[in-house]
């Protein structure tokens, strides 16, 4: 089983996601949540970094977190799956281990 | 020497995005309470900061209220100067249309409503912050 790697920090405020992406095993997977969604927005001075990443490991996002900051699902770069709270803990009794890049 | 009626140039510098953190509400409810000391109020949305202006935010799903409405609500504080940080737009691949409509009503115009959000480019908003007597940041 593979680890869950879950970024909770804007890449322009933060390096968490840097971090993770620098540092995530092939076919882990990383969830983007709470700010971290602003790193699963397409056009952003970062959205090429995690574009690039998707060969390696799957990208998740939390959908409630996006409506709530006014942004948008079909803004989401394309190979990102938006989920729930429901997926969100499907997702964590999927992988070994959870790791939380703060 | 009496200071009343002395009016300083305040700037509430605002650079998170809402939700993540309290720092969007902290700021929102500090210019609400300093809106009633009648001095001149200026704000200043850069770096995520930009997303506390968004329109559309639906807090439902997350059980966190919205207070994204509040903000046209500043115009009847007598709050006129909102300035937005252009590059920070561009960074995230957002426009002035992907924020709300701010305006005020103007008593010396007939209360003709004004719009009250300006989009600056870095060099007008760095002269606008250094015109201040005091700038909060949040």
Redesign the interface.
């Known amino acids: 089983m593979a680890a869950l790697h879950t970024v909770n920090k804007s890449p322009f405020e933060r390096n968490s996601l840097e971090s993770c992406l620098r540092l995530a095993a092939k076919g882990s997977s990383v969830l983007l949540f709470e700010d971290g969604v602003i790193g699963a927005m397409k056009n952003t001075k970062h959205s090429d970094a995690v574009a690039n990443a998707m060969s390696d490991v799957s990208f998740y996002v939390l959908g409630p977190d996006i409506k709530a900051r006014g942004l948008n699902d079909s803004n989401v770069i394309d190979g990102i799956t938006v989920i729930d709270y429901d997926g969100f803990v499907d997702l964590t009794t999927e992988h070994h281990t959870v790791q939380s890049w703060l | 020497m009496s200071e009343e009626g002395i009016v300083k140039k305040f700037c509430y510098m605002n650079r998170?995005?809402?939700?993540?953190?309290i720092y969007a509400l902290e700021s929102l409810e500090v210019v609400l309470i300093a809106a009633a000391f009648d001095q001149d109020i200026s704000l200043v949305f850069a770096?995520?900061g930009v997303?506390q202006l968004?329109?559309?935010?639906?807090?439902?799903?997350?059980g966190?209220k919205?207070f994204?409405k509040t903000y046209s609500a500043l115009g009847d504080y007598d709050i006129k100067k909102i300035y937005v940080e252009k590059e920070s737009l561009d960074?995230?691949?957002l426009t002035a249309d992907?924020l709300q409509a701010l305006v005020y009503e103007d008593e010396d115009d007939d209360w003709a409503e004004k719009n009250s959000l300006f989009v600056v480019d870095r060099a007008e908003l760095s002269s606008i912050i250094d015109s201040q007597d005091i700038v909060l940041s949040f």
């Open positions: 998170k995005a809402p939700y993540g953190t770096d995520d997303y968004t329109k559309n935010q639906d807090t439902n799903g997350i966190m919205n994204s960074e995230r691949g992907d």
